[in-house]
C-alpha cells in the first residue's frame, strides 16, 4: 500500500497554558484553512514536570503531539532560554519526523526563540507566532532604541512608531539581563520568514500598519513579513463546571456579575486580597471572584477579611484558583471583567463583548494596558498607590463605574463592535482570512533546499 504523508507545519509551543492553547488553536485553524497539510505540535517538557495530556485539546488525526525533553537548566535560566536545553532532542525529533514527512516550515512560539539555533542548522523555513498583540510586538521590536532614548535626558517621552505616545515612566523597566534577551529575540526575529501574530486589523490597525511598513524594525528597509491572523483562541468547552461557578451564574441577572480573573500566574498578597474584596462589598455590584493567592496551603476563610464570604454570599462567588473562563465570558449574566490584560484574556472578553478593567501584573500586560486605554478605548484603568496597592476604594469605585455609568455603556457599546469586527476579521474575505490565506499559500509554494527533505 502507499501512504503518502501530508507536507507538514511544525508548531513549537513555549510552556505554559496560555501558551500552548493558543499554539493549539492556531494548528486547528491552519487545518480549517488547508487541509492538506498536517500540523505537528511540539510540547517542551522541563525536568520534573509532567507531560501535558494532549487529548483533552479534541485535536483530530491531522495533529500529531510530540514531546521535547528539556534537560536541566543551570539555576536562574530565563524562561526565554529554557528550550535552548532541548535542543538536541528538538533537532533529533525534526530529523526523524522529516524521514516520512516533508516539514514545510516551523512556527516557534516566539519564547521559544533559542529552537532558532535548530531550524537555521536544520535550514527549515522558520516562522515566529507571537502570541500577545501588535502593540507589545512594536515595543519590543524598537527596544533598541528606546534603551537608547531612555538614557537622553531632554525629553520625557518615548515616541515608538505604532504605539501610542508614552511617558517614559511609563514603558515597564525590566533588568539589563532581560534587555539583552529581547535585544537577541528581535535579532532573529528580523531575519525570520516571517512573524505571524494573534491580532486583528480592526483592533491594531495602526500597530499593525507600522510594523508592515517596517518602522519599528532595527532595520527599517527589511522587515520580517508580518501575518496577523487572530483572534485564535480557546473555544468554550472541554472545560467541566467543577467549582459550580457556571450554576451559580444561571442564577444571576443578566449582565449584572463582573467577573475578577488573572491569568495562570497571578497571585496576591493577603493585604491585596483583603483591599479587595473591601473594594468589592462597597461596589454591591455581583462579581465572580476567582482568587489565587500566594500559598496554596491557606482557604478562603483565611485569606478574606472575616465574614466577608457570610455577608457577600448572596451576591458573590469567590472560587479557588481557577474557572472556565471563557465559558464563564460567554455567560449572559456576566457583564463585565477585572483583568491583568494577559492577551488571551483580553482577546477572549472582545469575543465575548465584555468591558474591562485594566490591572495589568507581569510581563507585557502594562504595554497591553497602555493600547487598550489609549487606542482601543475598551477598558477603564486601575490606578495604583506608589507602593504598587490598589486600594479598595479604588477597585469599588472602577467596578462600579464600569458596571453603572455612562462611561462604562460607552464602553461596552465599543467592546461590541469589536465584537463584530472579531467575527468579520475570521470570516471569509476578512482581513485575518486573507492573511492566513497568504501565509499558506506562502507555504505551499515554498519549495525550500531544506536538507529534512525525505527525498534527498
Ligand atoms: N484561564 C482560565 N481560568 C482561570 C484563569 C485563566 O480558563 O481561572 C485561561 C484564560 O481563559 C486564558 C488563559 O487561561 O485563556 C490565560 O491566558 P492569558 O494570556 O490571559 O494570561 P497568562 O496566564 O498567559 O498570563
Redesign the pocket.
Known sequence: ILIIMKDTIVLYSAI????I??VVELGKLILTHNPSFSITILIPTPPNTATVDTTTFGCDSSITFRHITISPPPSGTSPFHLVRYGNHNLHQVLQSISKTTKIKAVVLDFMNYTANEVTTTLDIPTFYYY??GAASLSVLLYYKTIIESKKREQCNYIEIPGFPRILKEELPSYPEELENIFLDLVATMSECNGIIINTFNALEGKTIKALQEGSCFPDESNPAPIFCIGPV??LPGG?KDENGCLSWLESQPSQSVVLL??????RFSKTQLTEIAIGLEKSEQRFLW?V?SESDEDSLEDLLPEGFLDRTKEKGMV?R??????K??SHDSVGGFV????????L?AIGEGVPMVAWP???E?HLNKIALVKEMKIVLALKETENGIVSATELGDRVKELMDSEKGREIRERVLKMKESSVEARSEGGSSYVELNRLIQLWKEKDHLSLLSPNT
Open positions: 505554559g497554558r496560555g501558551h492553547f493558543s502570541t500577545s483562541m480557546s472545560e480573573s488573572f491569568g495562570s500566574l497571578g476567582v489565587r472560587v484558583n481557577w474557572a472556565p473562563q471563557v464563564v465570558l483583568t491583568h490584560c494577559g492577551w488571551n484574556s483580553v477572549e501584573l507581569y510581563a500586560q
